[in-house]
């Protein structure tokens, strides 16, 4: 670890002395929106032709006030400045040449006279953003998104998909680290999941979608980062929200959410309460062919339906405070946590055939498990400017700790094909407790350079345990016997040290480039007590990244980046111990996986700032899926994850938002990709490949008297995943918002998935494998939200991200509750 940092303390040196005549980015044009010398959030910035006032792009203020306009030919130009509860302002006339970043006056906007002691200022976002390197979600820009998970936003947000399980992939590529708020979650499949649906839309400000991120980010994420950025105040003074909703499908849910700031002086306090109550259920039918590996001949039929319903609820809160030490230090605390529980119960009817598909013997399979899970986390930043030319020094410093518990009971009961009792039931009872501790600080530097140019370097460690302890024991003759064939108590370590360098160049006005390199140490330890076996590995990985943009004029720009990227296995799936799902289906980590690596390269046009179209190509080694094994003598399935075949994608996409006029607006997202999966699996050689379409459109409508409304979906054609091949599916939303109480309270209704068309069927045949399966949940859902704002004070800059542990929470697997 020592070797890594003086390498990269050296190799930042370096940077530093030979990169003192870079420049950062391609020219641009920057300002200020400021009220009384404080900074406008979000205000409407138009560049407009000074000849004709016709506009030639738009752009939001961001938090500290700050608007940009890139790749602008040279011309005489005006602005215009537009924010709800303001007077319009407007700058200039001023010309450019652009050879070089201008920086124009600040424009000041002066607030609407009003009788009232209150003023409360909002604006209305688009729903989706463009940006260079990103694509921005605004939650609250859908009514449709009232009342909805997480996870429902995430599942219609444009290029993201959810497969059956609930796993998220980008652009048909597996492998996204989710991050709350600037951190991960360290969190993974099942229990991501859980986060995800616990987590509700009225928490939310905005998702960020990167597919290939810069150097700065942990490698980790195959097919990239999703950001989700839950909602912060700006605004000086006592000021808050308070939220409750109900949703009504087959089942009821429910949720509740209080938000306060406080900022005065030099101070700013803040932090939420959330609840959420949530109960469905789920239909699974799954049909197996047992074949034999020798003959290749049909040996029996499995035909299984399980009806099982489900409840969660949760507890979540966040409490911090920043002190502004100065105008150039902030220092920052946020504790956050959750407590969630939840469960499930279902009945299963199990039907096995011989290879003539005569009945043989029935199983009635009753499961339950009892689920619980907390999460404490701290966090403490820093943030100091060097100087007045821009250069600046942040620290974050986090500590996490998950404690859960997973309560199982599984009873069979045994019939022949007459429906009479053949064998005494059986039943196992499982506890499956499992804590993890999460250590991670990191120190980033940021130094301009000449000519706008920039330079970023800096260093992260992590240090990760976990330790779970599976206990079963089975139920014979009223006696309980401790089952130590199937306990395992597994203790795993990680320690990943990791630096990195970014660096840009523009060689003119129109060609702008950017390398960065980031380097990784994994240290990891696992420690299957039960049976003393361990395994230690030590490696280094690096990890580089390019950029490259090209402004062919004012109406079209390209850009062409790579980067290597990472997947490691989820803390979850290197534990060996056995988890099951009923009698016949079971599931057990793997302490041997290794990590994934995949290599991304994507070429991108955007034509007058709302088209854009992307080709991206990408390769995966030692792909990390799920691997089906089935036992024809015992009718048993048996999954785990595995380094299986080697995944080539190409893919081409759309995206376009447009203002079709004043009242209407929308957004269109277009995918093709084609996926080939190829290599031993099982000791069979598969090659598995689809050709898969998917379509992501929303249209905004806005009307007189404050109402507006939505209508989205998604449609996914024929589509493969890992070893999986998932049938078409689709989803239609519709929601209609009324805003009351002089703009302080908004209604929103909504239902989604009015047709109750998300009905997952797939299949997954390769070697002797050959299954089936169709899936529905309580989908359907109505709900309606009401929302009061309440706020006394003044736009003001809010606080920064937070956090600093960015690759480890994406892979704990727990449930936040959130």
């Known amino acids: 670890m020592r070797n890594l940092f003086k390498s990269a303390l050296l ?8 990169a003192s005549n870079a420049q950062q980015n391609s020219p641009e044009l920057q300002g200020k929106v400021i009220n009384k010398q404080q900074p406008v959030e979000s205000a409407i910035v138009s560049l407009l032709l000074a000849k004709d006032s016709s506009v030639v792009k738009t752009t939001l203020a961001d938090k500290s006030g700050l608007y940009r306009f890139q790749q602008v030919g040279s011309g005489k130009y005006l602005l215009q400045a537009n924010m709800v509860g303001f007077e319009k302002a407007y700058s200039g006339p001023f010309e450019w040449n652009g050879s070089a ?27 989706i953003e463009q940006k260079a390197d990103r694509t921005i979600v605004n939650v609250e820009a859908s009514p449709t998104n009232a009342g909805a998970t997480a996870m429902e936003i995430l599942e219609k947000s444009p290029g993201i998909s ?5 796993n998220i992939s980008l652009k048909g590529k597996e492998g996204v680290v989710i991050y709350m708020d600037g951190r991960p979650t360290y969190l993974s499949g099942p229990d991501l999941v859980n986060l995800l649906k616990n987590t509700q839309g009225s928490q939310l400000d905005q998702i960020e979608i990167m597919t290939n991120p810069p150097a700065r980010y942990d490698a980790a994420g195959n097919a990239g980062v999703i950001n989700i950025k ?22 009821a849910r429910n949720n509740q959410n209080l938000q306060l700031n406080y900022r005065k002086n030099k101070l700013n306090f803040f932090g939420n309460i959330g609840r959420n109550e949530r109960l469905g259920f789920q239909n699974i039918d799954i049909d197996r062919r047992f074949i034999d590996g020798n003959s290749k001949q049909i040996v029996s039929f499995f035909e299984q339906v399980t009806d099982r319903g489900t409840y969660n609820h949760s507890y979540n809160g966040k409490l911090g405070l920043d002190y502004y030490v100065s105008n150039k230090t902030t220092m920052g605390l946020v504790y956050s946590g959750f407590n969630n529980k939840g469960g499930g119960y279902s009945v299963g009817n199990i039907d096995i055939f011989n290879a003539q598909h005569n009945l043989i013997n029935k199983t009635v399979a ?4 009892a689920d619980s899970w907390k999460n404490s986390s701290l966090n403490f930043n820093l943030r100091h400017q060097l100087d007045s030319a821009g250069r600046e020094i942040s620290f974050d410093a986090d500590y996490l700790t998950y404690n859960g518990n997973t309560n199982l009971y599984l009873n069979n009961a045994y019939q022949n094909n007459l429906g009479q009792t053949i064998a005494k039931t059986d039943s196992l009872l499982g506890r499956l407790p499992q804590v993890i501790d999460i250590y991670s600080a990191k120190i980033d530097y940021v130094h301009p350079l000449k000519n706008n140019a920039k330079l970023e370097a800096g260093i992260k460690t992590s240090f990760v345990t976990t330790d779970a302890n599976a206990v079963y024991d089975t139920i014979s003759n009223g006696v309980i016997m401790r089952d130590y064939n199937r306990s395992n108590h597994f203790v795993y370590r990680e320690n990943i040290n990791a630096a990195y360098v970014n660096y840009n160049k523009a060689l003119n006005k129109k060609w702008n480039f950017q390398l960065g390199l980031r380097a990784e140490q994994t240290l990891a330890k696992g420690d299957q007590k039960t049976t003393n076996v361990q395994f230690n590995r030590n490696y280094v990985q690096v990890f580089p990244t390019a950029y490259i943009q090209f402004a062919a004029n004012e109406k079209n720009s390209f850009v062409l980046n790579y980067g290597k990227r990472i997947r490691r296995p989820d803390y979850q799936s290197l534990n060996p111990f056995v988890e099951f799902l009923d009698r016949y289906t079971y599931e057990q980590g793997n302490p041997y996986l290794k990590p994934q690596f995949s290599h991304n390269i994507e070429l991108s046009h955007t034509f007058k700032g709302f088209l854009t179209t992307t080709f991206n190509y990408t390769k ?28 080539q994608q190409f893919g081409l996409s759309v995206n376009a938002f447009n203002q079709y006029t004043k009242w209407w607006s929308g957004n269109i997202y277009l995918n093709v990709a084609n996926n080939q999966l190829t290599g031993p699996i099982n000791n069979a050689q598969v090659n598995i490949s689809a050709t898969s379409f998917m379509a992501n459109i929303s249209q905004q409508f806005k009307f007189n008297k404050g109402y507006s409304a939505e209508i989205s979906g998604f449609y996914r054609t024929e589509s493969i995943e890992g070893v999986f091949r998932i049938k078409p599916f689709g989803i239609v939303n519709i929601g209609i918002s009324k805003q009351i109480m002089k703009n ?18 797939g299949e997954s045949k390769y070697g002797t ?23 006394k004070g003044k736009g003001a800059a809010g606080p920064r991200k937070r956090g600093g542990a960015e690759d480890e929470q994406s892979r704990v697997g727990v449930d936040s509750g959130k």
């Open 11 to 18: 190799l930042n040196l370096t940077w530093i002395a030979i």
């Open 769 to 791: 494998v050959d299954a089936n399966f169709r899936q529905f949940n309580d989908n359907r859902i109505a709900n309606i939200t009401f929302t009061y704002r309440f706020s």
């Open 744 to 761: 302080k309270g908004s209604i929103r209704l909504n239902v989604r998935d009015i047709f109750w068309s998300q009905r997952i069927k």
């Open 230 to 251: 839950t909602k912060k105040s700006k605004v000086v003074g006592f000021n808050g929200s308070v939220t409750a909703g109900y949703g009504q499908g087959v089942y």
């Open 162 to 166: 959810v497969d059956k399980d609930g």
């Open 620 to 647: 995966t080694t030692d792909m990390i899926q799920q691997v089906i094994m089935q036992d024809d003598v015992k009718n048993e399935t048996f999954i785990k994850q595995d380094n299986i075949a080697t995944q």
């Open 101 to 127: 970043t201008k920086m124009l006056p600040d424009i000041h906007l002066i607030a609407k006279a009003s009788g009232l002691a209150e003023v409360t200022v909002s604006s209305k976002k688009p729903l």
């Open 366 to 369: 009753i499961n339950g498990n």
